[in-house]
C-alpha cells in the first residue's frame, strides 16, 4: 500500500496542473527518500545518487504512461517489490 502512495506522489510530481509549490516538492521527495531508506539497506541507501532517484521516478511515470497502451500479458511478470525498486534505481539486485 505504501508503495502506491509513493507511485502516486511521483505521478503528481509529473502533473503540472497541481501548481505544486516548492514545499510541496520538496516533501514529495521527503515521502519518496524514506521509502527508499526503508526499502534498501544503509550501505545500499548510502550509494544512492541523484541519478538512481530520478530515473526510479522516470521508470515510475514510464510504466503509468506506458500502462494504457502495452498487453497487459507483458507486464505480468512477477518481482517483488524490492526487485522493481533496484531495477528502478539502476543498482544491482540482491536478494537480502
Known amino acids: 500500500m505504501r508503495y502506491l502512495r509513493i507511485a502516486k506522489c ?3 510530481l509529473n502533473d503540472t496542473s497541481l501548481k ?3 514545499n510541496d516538492i520538496e516533501f514529495t ?3 519518496i527518500f524514506r521509502f527508499l531508506a526503508d526499502m534498501l ?3 545500499e541507501f548510502q550509494q544512492l545518487s541523484y541519478y538512481h532517484v530520478s530515473r526510479f521516478i522516470g521508470n515510475i ?3 503509468a504512461f506506458e ?3 502495452v498487453d497487459k500479458s507483458a507486464m505480468l511478470n ?3 517489490l524490492r526487485q522493481f525498486v533496484f531495477n528502478g ?3 544491482k539486485y540482491s536478494k537480502t
Do not use: A, W
Open 78 to 80: 512477477p518481482v517483488s
Open 41 to 43: 539497506t544503509e550501505n
Open 29 to 31: 521527495y521527503m515521502k
Open 89 to 91: 534505481l539502476d543498482l
Open 20 to 22: 505544486k509549490s516548492q
Open 10 to 12: 511521483i505521478m503528481e
Open 61 to 63: 511515470l514510464r510504466i
Open 67 to 69: 500502462e494504457g497502451t
